[in-house]
């Protein structure tokens, strides 16, 4: 199974400012089509999880612009500038490539 | 809009089966594949697999073939999973998700099997 890794586990920001979450994946996924299935969501306290970046870099519908994806073949960030309070979440990066499908363990971001 | 609604919690006996639901509205049902996932407490997320209302056609994680059973009703635009011989372990929320993307999401059913 491909496992993906976050770091950090959780972080602590204050608003206005911006965060940055990586993601490392353990194999390439970049498919030979060109797209590289890496997918960042975020889950709000007691809420389902909800779709923030698509295939690295595609910001999905109603996400603000304040969210961007970024990355190579196995290493990804998420980016958040100036954080707003709704942001708090665990942020989780996932690989939508092969089966079975695996997500990264987390990251809380908190407000200071 | 897309809308996936799923069935209300669950108490059940160890040992027991146990069959969740999540009605699809707002789209073609017949169209896209539909995600199982299983987050315990406190945990992150594991994929359990997917169903294609289409024609019926299933992938499994694995990990959980024996234990879950994906099928989908096109009459009612209702995508099912049973999960069977059920331990503490299998206490968990279950999100149903559409598509590849999981652009759309279930609210969740909470299974609680006691130990």
């Known amino acids: 199974d491909i496992v993906m890794t976050q770091a950090p586990l959780s972080v602590s920001v204050t608003p206005g400012e911006s965060a940055s979450i990586s993601c490392r994946s353990s194999k390439s996924l970049l498919h030979s089509n060109g797209i590289t299935y890496v997918y960042w969501y975020l889950q709000k306290p007691g809420k389902s999880p909800q779709l923030l970046i698509y295939?690295?870099?595609n910001l999905a519908s109603g996400v603000p612009d304040r969210f961007s994806g970024s990355g190579s073949e196995t290493d990804f960030t998420l980016k958040i500038s100036r954080v707003e309070a709704e942001d708090v979440g665990i942020y989780y990066c996932g690989q939508l490539l092969e089966n079975p499908y695996t997500f990264g363990a987390g990251t809380k971001l908190e407000l200071k | 809009q897309v809308q996936l609604q799923q069935s209300g919690a669950e108490l059940v006996k160890p040992g027991s089966s146990v069959k969740i639901s999540c009605k699809a509205s707002g789209y073609t049902f017949t169209s896209y594949d539909m995600h199982w996932i299983k987050q315990q407490p406190g945990n992150g997320l594991e994929w359990i697999g997917w169903i294609y209302p289409g024609n019926g056609n299933t992938k499994y994680n694995q990990k959980f073939n024996g234990k879950a059973t994906l099928t989908a009703d096109k009459s009612s635009s209702t995508a099912y999973m049973q999960l069977s011989s059920l331990t503490s372990e299998d206490s968990a929320v279950y999100f149903c998700?559409?598509?590849?993307?999981?652009?759309?999401w279930g609210q969740g059913t909470l299974v609680t099997v006691p130990s």
């Open positions: 295939r690295m870099s």
């Open positions: 998700a559409r598509s590849k993307l999981f652009a759309y």
